[in-house]
């Protein structure tokens, strides 16, 4: 690919490259010790393409957040178990590189300080983290928060936890619409949205 044509990439695509070029770099010393240029050369889309899987995976999770399709969640449950006990955890960059800040999203932005903003914010909060909540006790989490039985008579555990994510749904969107009533704007809750991906938070808007 020539430099000048970088740019008529689609952001996928950039990103891909990038970061296979960062690890192709990074493999120079081992590539040379260990792999023939021949092997470097099988190597090279190999690692391309899996990065481009990889990154295709993790923008659709976040992007479709309890939304995304099925086979790409127990793509990532799948891939999540395969991590080996011994990896390190990588915390700070390479000599070279900048870190990067993430977006805390247990941080409470300037404008829900304010009394009257305040609980309404939190509740927001809680009921984004609630929604994503999968485990044996989601939906008993879900009645004690909002003080109220969930389909109590339905045998089906699916059924239940189905009713409780339309529940929270309303409970979301009443939320938010309260907050835009308070003269908060949609970019603000977006970027002070918590655990909730920017796809499910553009539904209650």
């Not at 023939?36 to 993790?58: E, G, H, T, W, Y």
């Not at 009443?174 to 002070?192: F, H, N, P, Y």
Request: net charge neutral; with cysteine; glycine share 4%.
């Amino acid at each position: 690919m020539k430099y000048e044509d970088f740019n008529s990439l689609t952001q996928m695509q950039r990103d891909t490259l990038l970061v296979s070029m960062v690890v192709r770099n990074s493999m120079e010393d081992f590539h040379v010790e260990h792999l023939s240029d021949k092997q470097m050369k099988q190597l090279n889309p190999i690692i391309r393409q899996a990065v481009f899987d990889a990154l295709n995976l993790i923008e659709h999770v976040r992007q479709k957040g309890g939304q995304s399709d099925p086979k790409a969640m127990r793509n990532l449950d799948f891939q999540i178990r395969c991590l080996p006990a011994y990896w390190e955890t990588p915390e700070r960059v390479s000599e070279g590189f900048t870190q990067y800040e993430p977006r805390d999203p247990k941080r409470t932005p300037d404008w829900a300080e304010s009394p009257n903003i305040k609980p309404l914010y939190a509740r927001f909060i809680r009921l984004g983290e609630l929604k994503y909540e999968f485990g044996e006790d989601a939906v008993a989490q879900v009645e004690a928060y909002l003080s109220r039985s969930i389909a109590p008579d339905e045998p089906s555990a699916n059924l239940r936890w189905r009713a409780a994510r339309s529940i929270i749904d309303g409970e979301l969107k009443t939320v938010v619409q309260e907050l835009r009533g308070l003269k908060i704007s949609q970019q603000k809750l977006i970027d002070a949205r918590g655990e909730l991906s920017r796809n499910d938070l553009r539904e209650y808007f």
